[in-house]
């Protein structure tokens, strides 16, 4: 998978800080499909369940009125409508 090499490097995919009164929240959302000899197949904008559980514990240590951002590789959801496929 894409996330070791890159840990290796650079340190961990998810983790969190504070700044000032903002706690930023950093996670990979993206979901990669794997072939049975690891071989990446696909993938897709998401949050799987353990970084999700992640999340949620850290917040458990936020004080409720910190602003809270959080950046991830995909966006979170579209703004824009699907482009249609005859373009």
């Not at 961990?12 to 996670?27: E, M, R, T």
Request: one cysteine or more.
């Amino acid at each position: 998978e894409g996330a070791v090499p890159f840990e290796n490097r650079f340190g961990p995919a998810n983790y969190s800080f504070n700044l000032g009164k903002i706690h930023y929240i950093v996670v990979d959302n993206t979901i990669h499909t794997l072939a049975s000899d690891g071989r990446l197949t696909s993938y897709k904008a998401g949050l799987r369940d353990d970084i999700m559980q992640w999340v949620k514990s850290d917040l458990s240590f936020v004080d409720p009125s910190a602003t809270i951002m959080i950046c991830m590789h995909s966006p979170f959801f579209l703004i824009f409508p699907a482009i249609p496929s005859s373009l």
